[in-house]
């Protein structure tokens, strides 16, 4: 038995990867109910890192008795349901037990709040719908408590440096030497190439916070804090809205003409051009929204499948190959974070040129 | 017989590979033959990738 698992041992070093899968296959034939757990519980894991949540939790594991601890902060839940209703999410204890507000009572399923009564009941229809009212929740969640917590960084950091500028007579000191040059580059290599010199400077607030606000929800996406702001498709769709406003605000003539009436085209091609490039206007900011949100979710959903893989595998080849791949992916995505700030704010700034262009006939 | 998802997904990334590689061979050929223009060329690039990669994603999504 131990000079099997030797040579196997030995053969996974000369073929890491085929190695590492068969050794993978002995061990589920030696506990098979374990490893199918193990499975469950890693997609449970990974949808939840993914999801926004009602408490900020740094990690959880299971006592002796089988009960679950948690180990973070419970934050503030502030629904509206007739009237202002308030509680800390420490009274769901994880969905595990019923919130009680006065008379009412609030239950948490599936990452959801519902409302029910003292049994905490949840009714289905036939497809498994949940039956119970949902009252509007604006509660601070933790992607909440991450986009505050990036803008009061972000208001520090660039005000002092603003104010830097005043004292020291237009020389940036401390971070301030790091940001001025990126800065810089958005303005020189993003507004005005894509928008031009004319009218660059109105937009250039905007995309200024739009690539400092995706970088840094981003970066801190990376930490173990294990937020996920900008791959939850709310953030990224209010992001886009914001350009999408912009830019059919700011349109000038020419932008609404070009795409009513396509110049330089056959009559009964404008007529077919129109409804194209009017969708065309819906599709652009769609596209933003999809991209920022498919990119960090896949890059986060990539990661946690290659740390979760350590469990899976259980041996040090396995372990040591699926730990050398989360690191590569890790550095690949502190690029990634940086990379899609900057495809949001060129691909803006190049929305809002289109909105300014003028044609030189 | 049903054809499993899973290949759906295999497709996609032969598909978005094809794209990207196809989109970083040009940029590749383009600084060959104008590096001076290598700036320009690369923002360009990132831009392409960056819409092959988009419908890439939003079809894994759909998967």
Redesign the interface.
Known sequence: MLSISKKKYFLSLVFILFGAFSIRAQDKKENSTNTGNTKSEIKEYINHHVLDSYDFDLLSYTKADESKVYVGVPLPIILWDGGLVIFSSSNFNHGESLAQFGEKYYKLYHGKIYKTDSSGKISYDIKQHVLNKAPLDFSITKGVVSIIFVSIIMFVLFRNLANSYKKNGMIANGLGRFFEPIVLYVRD?IAIPNIGIKYYKRYMSYLLTLFFFIWFCNMIGLTPLGINVTGNIAVTFCLALLTFIITNVTGKKEYWKHIFWAPGVPLPMKFLLAPIELLGVLIKPF?LM??LY??IS?GHIVMMTLISMIFIFRNWVGSSMSFMLAFFISIIEILVAL?QA??FT??SALYFGFAVEEQDH | MEIPAIVGGGLIVIGVGIGVGGIGRGAMEAIGRQPEAY?KIQ?AM??GI??V??IG??A??VL
């Open positions: 290599e596209s999809i991209r498919a990119n896949a990379l900057y495809i060129i691909l | 700036g923002t990132l831009i960056a819409f990669e988009g994603f939003a894994m999504f």
